[in-house]
């Protein structure tokens, strides 16, 4: 029996308030125990007392940014999955993820991560620009979709043996230690400063693929009939490349990779949203929003000491999951 699609305030009034949980779970969660009420009231006299430092310099950006990174990567793997018609497609497929992670690793390599606290989500930055240019380097001016495709995971694959080779010869194991553990993904011991450098990224790069959501809608029908509609498939196609690029960068080079929020999050929200493209991308940033706020909070609870990281959490979690929906939309089609 499938799913049936909920009218968009009805989603919307279970979303929200589930993401406003998820977001109060997260400032109330840590290694320290906290008297949430108390910091807010300190925060909100501006007195400067032990509460209200730990809320406003430690967990209050840490919740931000695993809110908007969570919210860019759903967004970002439901926009692909709709541009590539492919329902495999996540942000990592055109190679901007393991683009920013090179970026930042040479950062780490070169010693520059010690230079200037704006230094690694720069090279991250970097590193996805880089990448969306070979890609389009590779795929010319007609941008076929199974070329982007394959460019995308050429790319992805240098990127990643590149990363292997910054990590062969590493001068000393601790800086191996230091890469290891920052391309697993965290977004922990961030600080205002990182969220702010990369959430006008993201911001852009929602704007992008939010704006391409009719051209998604008409993408349905095939790219003769888009355009038929009046739609420049070329140009909307770079344009929502370009979005995934912003946002999925600016999130790699604050928080490194994060894997499977993309490719989980817009299976899960689909059949709620009559498997419009359109509607499907606000709603994949909120539930990406919410489960990656949920998974920080898991983090912090399952592993006080030695903190488990972020990406494998949501690796953990969404590898079996997605095998789920594998089984269950086989089990559908015989």
């Known amino acids: 029996m499938s799913t049936p699609a909920l009218d968009a305030r009805l989603l919307y009034a279970i979303l929200l308030p589930a993401l406003a949980l998820a977001f109060a779970l997260a400032l109330g969660v840590g290694p320290v125990e906290l008297d949430l009420g108390q910091a807010l ?24 940014l695993a809110l908007v990174i969570g919210a860019t990567l759903g967004l970002a793997g439901a926009a692909l999955q709709g541009l590539l018609r492919n329902p495999l497609a996540e ?11 090179f970026g930042a690793v040479v950062v780490f390599y070169y010693g520059f991560a010690g230079v200037a606290w704006f230094a690694l989500p720069l090279g991250g930055f970097a590193g996805a620009l880089l990448a969306v240019g070979c890609l389009f380097a590779l795929v010319g001016r007609g941008r076929a979709t199974v070329t982007l495709i394959l460019a995308g995971i050429a790319i992805n694959a240098i990127g990643g043996a590149l990363i292997a080779l910054a990590l062969n010869f590493a001068a000393s194991p601790f800086a191996v230690q230091e890469i290891v553990f920052w391309l ?6 961030r600080s205002v400063d990182d969220l702010l450098i990369a959430l006008p990224f993201m911001l852009l790069g929602w704007g992008m693929l939010l704006y391409c959501g009719r051209f998604l809608n008409a993408l349905t029908l095939g ?3 888009a ?12 344009v929502l490349v370009l979005g995934v690029a912003a946002s999925v960068g600016a999130a790699v080079s604050v928080a490194g990779n994060i894997g499977f929020v993309g490719l989980v999050v817009p299976h899960l929200v689909r059949p709620l949203v009559a498997y419009e493209p359109r509607r499907l991308l606000a709603a994949s940033a909120v539930l990406g929003a ?4 949920c998974a920080d909070v898991a983090v912090q609870l399952v592993s006080a000491e030695t903190e488990m990281k972020l990406g494998v959490v949501t690796a953990l979690v969404g590898a079996p999951f997605f095998l789920l929906l594998i089984l269950k939309s086989r089990s559908a089609l015989q």
């Open 91 to 101: 942000p990592g497929i055109i190679g901007v993820s393991n683009g920013a992670a």
């Open 184 to 189: 697993l993904g965290s977004v922990a011991n």
């Open 290 to 293: 919410i489960l990656l706020l």
């Open 41 to 64: 009231a300190d925060a909100w006299r501006d007195e400067a007392s032990i509460e209200s430092l730990i809320l406003l310099e430690i967990r209050l950006p840490r919740a931000l």
């Open 227 to 238: 355009s038929s509609l009046g739609f420049d498939v070329s140009r909307l196609r770079l």
């Open 223 to 225: 790219e003769e009939t």
